[in-house]
T-cell receptor, first 115, second 112 residues
Framework: NAGVMQNPRHLVRRRGQEARLRCSPM?????VYWYRQLPEEGLKFMVY????????ESGMPKERFSAEFPKEGPSILRIQQVVRGDSAAYFC?????????????FGNGTRLTVT | DQQVKQNSPSLSVQEGRISILNCDYT??????FLWYKKYPAEGPTFLIS?????DKNEDGRFTVFLNKSAKHLSLHIVPSQPGDSAVYFC???????????FGQGTRLTINP
């Protein structure tokens, strides 16, 4: 399966802990996007990265959230000092070209629950 | 600021009939539109897209129509099948933009 791989599928953290979400894009894809879906809502853009570069982080909260896509290895979305409002499904997507030129292919998401 | 709106949270259609899902947008800079289908506990799956130079694109049972003057697009599924029951999201992007903007989704239920 050469699809977008996300892990873990489910993540439970207590308030104040750190959450690290991983995403391996499809083979040959160098564009990675992170989206968040709150219950009963649509997907909200968080950040767009290419290898070693953050291109657009306009959807990411200014504090506690960070993302990277290193030269080697998966993309990581990190949430520090999690709060209950961070509970959501986090989806990673990748594409060959940027979003306006080709469809995004999504992983199955990481469901974060903050207790 | 909801730039892409799906005003019907849910839709119920009988098997074999046509399903029509609607989407409105406000940003006149959008020039690329997509529909995604999502099953519970899975990620969205790309269905069909259309660029603003067209007003219709067809792929098997799925057809997307774009009315630029009304800033409206629709997805037609015919004939509808039980496996089409899912949440459908429309999405849009603008020339040179780096991201897709999604609607809130419409839950489609196909009844046997």
């Amino acid at each position: 399966n050469a699809g977008v791989m996300q892990n873990p599928r489910h993540l439970v953290r207590r308030r104040g802990q750190e959450a690290r979400l991983r995403c391996s894009p499809m083979k040959g894809h160098s564009h990675v996007y992170w989206y968040r879906q709150l219950p009963e809502e649509g997907l909200k853009f968080m950040v767009y990265l290419q290898k070693e570069n953050i291109i657009d982080e306009s959807g990411m909260p200014k504090e506690r959230f960070s993302a990277e896509f290193p030269k080697e290895g998966p993309s990581i979305l990190r949430i520090q000092q999690v709060v209950r409002g961070d509970s959501a499904a986090y989806f990673c997507a990748s594409s060959q070209l940027r979003a306006g030129d080709s469809p995004l292919h999504f992983g199955n998401g990481t469901r974060l629950t903050v207790t | 600021d909801q730039q892409v709106k799906q005003n019907s949270p849910s839709l119920s259609v009988q098997e074999g009939r046509i399903s029509i899902l609607n989407c409105d947008y406000t940003n006149s800079m959008f020039d690329y539109f997509l529909w995604y289908k999502k099953y519970p506990a899975e990620g969205p799956t790309f269905l069909i897209s259309i660029s603003s130079i067209k007003d219709k694109n067809e792929d098997g049972r799925f057809t997307v129509f774009l009315n630029k003057s009304a800033k409206h697009l629709s997805l037609h599924i015919v004939p509808s099948q039980p496996g089409d029951s899912a949440v459908y999201f429309c999405a849009a992007s603008a020339q040179g933009a780096q991201k897709l903007v999604f609607g809130q989704g419409t839950r489609l239920t196909i009844n046997p």
